[in-house]
């Protein structure tokens, strides 16, 4: 007879329990309108790094993740392009540009955790490499990728993007 008893009992407090859930957790948790669920995109811009070439943004924050576009050696005063082919002034000016819009976001360095490199020539690797080591100085490097590709916007011999979270 014990077992005629427990199933009622469990069918009872399953039901308990369910009711229960219902009335604590709102209904926001389970809508596709939630904030936390489907955050709005918002574009990052700012006049210390140069304006984009084309239709993007400097950088895209979703939530707490920073989307930045890759990044040339422009400055963004002129307009023009840095180091005149020295792929070291460059990727001075490519970090620089990219620090200010992760400053715009409110993010530094630290809270980057990928990056790519697109390098005009892989013998220049261990140039961009010394410059970027400076700049990633935190107690994590961010993951990474480094292609040669065969040519970027404004004959540019670097160019950098990353993710960062905020």
């Known amino acids: 007879m014990?077992?005629?008893?427990?199933?009622?009992?469990l069918l009872f407090v399953s039901s308990l329990i369910l009711l229960l859930f219902l009335v604590v957790v709102p209904s926001s948790a389970f809508s596709a309108t939630n904030n936390n669920m489907s955050p709005s995109p918002k574009a990052v811009e700012t006049k210390?790094?140069?304006?984009p070439v084309g239709p993007y943004s400097q950088a895209v924050l979703t939530g707490n993740t920073l989307y930045v576009s890759g990044q040339v050696a422009i400055d963004p005063a002129s307009g023009e392009m840095v180091g005149g082919g020295n792929v070291e002034a460059e990727t001075r000016q490519v970090l620089k540009n990219m620090d200010a819009v992760l400053k715009e976001a409110g993010a530094t360095s630290h809270n980057v955790v990928r990056t790519t490199v697109f390098i005009a020539d892989l013998g220049d690797f261990a140039k961009v490499n010394a410059l970027y080591a400076e700049y990633f100085d935190g107690p994590v490097s961010p993951a990474r990728a480094c292609v040669q590709v065969a040519a970027l916007p404004k004959a540019a011999r670097v160019e950098i993007d990353c993710i960062a979270i905020l």
């Not at 014990?2 to 009992?9: F, I, L, Q, V, Y």
């Not at 210390?48 to 304006?51: K, L, M, R, S």
């Open 2 to 9: 014990a077992t005629d008893m427990s199933t009622p009992r």
């Open 48 to 51: 210390d790094a140069p304006a």
